[in-house]
């Protein structure tokens, strides 16, 4: 059975479904919808859709065309407007992350979805990426033993500023969002309690938040710092992860393990996954057809969005924050 669906946003990152899509015959886009003739023009060619297929609206598009799911792919803001115009026309929900900026917008639309009986999934790939697969395979196999704390930096300059160019918390929303994510997946672990610090260099082109600093304590006993920016004249990253049966970092041709006592790294080859936006599909696709829940549903997901909330909270407070308490008021 093949899943009709119809593109909100299909220009830039809004391209990847209708690219993936020539490739399967799980899915058949239907409709386009955006507000760029340009970019619905570019869309159809990929598609082979026609024009009576495109829409500047989403609202247009439901009323002309049958489709069993919508495919939100626009700026954060409007995801939460986007999604329950949706699932309130009976549709499933795949939308790119961050899934919506509040907590309490993310809970009412996987909420109405299931009263209705809807799916509600988002494109968080990064948790798919090899390095995060294979760490956590290495973890969830014994062979690294219990994990205890984690480091992660990211320095870099990002040359234009994005769709959260004016929030308090840039970093957060538009890299975070993937960074926490992955750890949840990775350590298999939800947030117990955390501290942070969103701040902005005075050269940073972001309104607020281009630079966070901090960490979280993970319900598993590890507790990960980190130190992340946009806004920094010099590019570099680091991740290391120490646990009982060895010390594990990122390298540029797999990962390195020393273990207890060694003079030598131990180089592991990374688990293969060239394409992640495929794995999202697999999953999105089962959700819709056999009710296999992916770790990505709308409902797995509001961890990660509260877990956003309350970095930025933990900053604008300046203390740390117990996440579970936190999630259970917000």
């Known amino acids: 059975m093949s899943i009709r669906t119809t593109h909100v946003g299909v220009g830039g990152r809004g391209r990847w479904p209708l690219n993936r899509f020539q490739e399967r015959n799980d899915f058949e886009a ?38 069993d799911a919508v495919v939100i792919i626009t700026p954060p803001d409007l995801h939460a407007g986007q999604c329950l115009e949706a699932v309130r026309a009976g549709k499933h929900v795949l939308v790119e992350k961050p899934f919506t900026k509040d907590l309490s917008q993310a809970r009412r639309i996987v909420a109405e979805a299931d009263e209705r009986g809807l799916k509600v999934a988002v494109t968080q790939n990064a948790r798919y990426y090899p390095p995060v697969l294979t760490i956590r395979r ?11 704390f984690g480091l ?8 234009r500023v994005h769709h959260s160019g004016t929030d308090q918390d840039a970093y957060l929303w538009e890299r975070g969002i993937h960074d ?11 947030p117990r309690r955390l501290f942070c610090n969103s701040f902005n260099p005075p050269w940073s082109p972001y309104s607020g938040g281009g ?11 590890t507790t990960f710092n980190f130190q992340c920016t946009f806004a920094t004249h ?19 041709d797999g990962l390195a393990i020393r273990r207890p006592g060694a003079d030598d790294d131990e180089i592991i080859t990374m ?39 309350a970095l930025s909270a933990s900053s604008e407070q300046g203390q740390a924050i117990d996440f579970d308490a936190y999630m259970a008021t917000h």
Request: hydrophobic share 40%; aromatic share 8%; with cysteine.
């Open 180 to 190: 926490f994510d992955q750890l949840r997946h990775l350590l298999d672990a939800e």
């Open 30 to 67: 239907v409709a386009l919808v955006d507000v760029s003739a340009d970019n619905l023009a570019a869309a159809r060619e990929t598609s082979s859709l026609g024009e009576e297929a495109c829409f500047s609206s989403l609202t247009d598009a439901l009323a002309a065309v049958e489709t």
């Open 234 to 252: 010099k590019g570099g990253a680091s991740w290391r992860l120490d646990c009982e049966n060895g010390t594990v970092e990122e390298i540029a």
């Open 211 to 221: 630079a966070i600093d901090g960490w979280i304590e993970f319900d598993n006993d």
């Open 271 to 309: 688990d293969e996954n060239p394409h992640p936006e495929e794995t999202l599909l697999d999953g999105f696709r089962d959700y819709v057809l056999n009710n296999v829940e992916p770790s990505f549903s709308g409902q797995q997901n509001l961890a990660t969005v509260g877990l956003i909330n």
């Open 152 to 159: 992660m930096t990211k320095y870099g300059w990002r040359p």
């Open 138 to 148: 290495l973890l969830q196999s014994g062979d690294l033993g219990r994990p205890a």
